[in-house]
């Protein structure tokens, strides 16, 4: 049973980073998406990055350049790097995956679901 378990959430100031991790037990093994998902208060879920088997990524333009997205097959672990963080990325943060390895940024591309970690940042 695949599950998806993401960490590394909390509070910090505008131009800081942190470090989330999606612990995707059952998932990394042979073709996979792993994403990146944030749902804002008021706005609506939006991807924000994605990782394949094949190491292909997809990053929003909201995000690039600022967040890098990493695996660990070894580990069954996808990070995502944040760096210059502002007010407009706090968010709750959730990681999805599939097993096609063809997905994007869609949400309906997506299987399975974490249940989410917390990312504020003050100004």
């Known amino acids: 049973e695949v599950q998806l378990v993401e960490s590394g959430g909390g509070l910090v100031q505008a131009g800081g980073s942190l470090r989330l991790s999606c612990a995707a037990s059952?998932?990394?093994?042979?073709?996979?998406?792993v994403a990146w998902f944030r749902h804002a208060l008021g706005k609506v879920r939006e991807g924000v990055s994605s990782?394949?088997?094949?190491?292909?990524?997809h990053y929003a333009d909201s995000v690039k350049d600022r967040f890098t997205i990493s695996s660990d097959v070894a580990k069954n672990t996808v990070y995502l790097q944040m760096n210059s963080l502002n007010p407009e990325d706090t968010a709750v943060y959730y990681c999805?995956?599939?097993?096609?390895?063809?997905?994007?940024?869609?949400?309906?591309?997506?299987?399975?679901w974490g249940q989410g970690t917390q990312v504020t940042v003050s100004s």
């Open positions: 999805a995956g599939e097993e096609t390895g063809w997905a994007t940024l869609q949400q309906f591309e997506y299987d399975y």
């Open positions: 990782i394949s088997q094949d190491g292909t990524t």
């Open positions: 059952e998932l990394m093994k042979d073709d996979y998406t």
